[in-house]
């Protein structure tokens, strides 16, 4: 099975210095940047959820991994995102609104509670999935981040290991 193709900067970074100043500017030359000119929220998404996009794009594009291709895959995530926070609140609320057990129809009370809760904890549990697949796809969480970090080598300077030994000018 074929490795995933890595970015020059982090084969560099990893310490393949194997590669010619020629094969590194042909890789560079290569490699697909994302195009960053026109990043706007979504007209779908609602103010709310565009603030919130906007922080986010905001973060992603520090980091070098939003391009205008990931604008729909970001707003999908924001608006799953709103979609869980509501059905949690929706289920809060159910679970306040047991019925009580002096209440006349009692277990049909309690039947229907229970139907209403089932409902709205899958579809909190559908839409915890959804937005945690888009956060994992836009490196949103903490293993995919890992994934898309580009360790920084520190940049000392070479010492000529045999420069004690190189004869000075005017000397010998």
């Not at 193709?5 to 194997?18: M, T, V, Y």
């Not at 520190?154 to 005017?170: L, Q, S």
């Amino acid at each position: 099975m074929a490795r995933p193709k890595e970015p020059i900067d982090l084969k560099i970074a990893k310490g393949k210095s194997h590669l010619t100043k020629a094969e590194i500017a042909a890789e560079r030359a290569a490699e697909v940047a994302p195009a960053t000119d026109d990043i706007t929220a979504p007209r779908f998404l609602t103010a709310t959820q565009r603030k919130h996009f906007d922080r986010l794009a905001g973060q992603l594009l520090k980091i070098k991994i939003l391009g205008e291709t990931d604008v729909e895959a970001l707003a999908r995530y924001v608006q799953a995102q709103t979609q869980y926070e509501q059905a949690t609140k929706e289920l809060r609320t159910l679970m306040k609104k047991r019925p009580d057990e002096e209440a006349e129809d009692y277990y049909t009370l309690l039947d229907l509670w229970y139907t209403a809760q089932d409902t709205a904890s899958r579809l909190q549990d559908r839409y915890f999935k959804q937005a945690q697949a888009a956060a994992r796809d836009l490196g949103l969480t903490i293993p995919s981040r890992c994934k898309l970090q580009v360790p920084i080598k520190d940049e000392e300077p070479k010492v000529n290991k045999f420069g004690k030994f190189a004869v000075m000018e005017g000397g010998r």
